[in-house]
C-alpha cells in the first residue's frame, strides 16, 4: 500500500507560479508512474501532467509549455511546477500513482488563481 502526501499549492495572482510536492510512503517499489490530476468546481477531474520511473512525461493541452513534471526516485517525491497560472487553472489538485489514470491518491490540495 502506498501513502502519497501533497504539500505546496494555495493562491495566487494570474501570471504567478506554484510548486507542488507529493511525498511517497509505504510499498514505494511498486511505483511506477504517477501524475498530476485537478478538479475544478462543476467539471470532471481530469489529468494534468503523468510521469513514469523512466522519466517519460504526459502533458494535457491546457498545461503544456506552462507546468512541468518532474520526480526524484532518491526521495520518492514527484513535483509539478505550475508557471504562468490563470484563472482557469484553479481547482483541487491531487497526485497520484499510476500513469494517466489514479490508483492511489494524494490528500488533495485546492490551487486558486485570482485575476
Known amino acids: 500500500q502506498v501513502q502519497l502526501v501533497e504539500s505546496g499549492g494555495g493562491l495566487v495572482q494570474t501570471g504567478g507560479s506554484l510548486r507542488r510536492s507529493c511525498a511517497a510512503s509505504?510499498?514505494?517499489?511498486?511505483?511506477?508512474?504517477m501524475s498530476w490530476f485537478r478538479q475544478a468546481p462543476g467539471k470532471e477531474r481530469e489529468v494534468v501532467a503523468a510521469i513514469n520511473r523512466g522519466g517519460s512525461t504526459y502533458y494535457a493541452d491546457s498545461v503544456k509549455g506552462r507546468f512541468t513534471i518532474s520526480r526524484d526516485n532518491n526521495k520518492n517525491t514527484m513535483y509539478l511546477q505550475m508557471n504562468n497560472l490563470n484563472p482557469e487553472d484553479t481547482a483541487m489538485y491531487y497526485c497520484a500513482t499510476g500513469f494517466i489514470i489514479g490508483y492511489s491518491w494524494g490528500q488533495g490540495t485546492q490551487v486558486t488563481v485570482s485575476s
Open positions: 509505504g510499498s514505494i517499489f511498486s511505483i511506477n508512474a
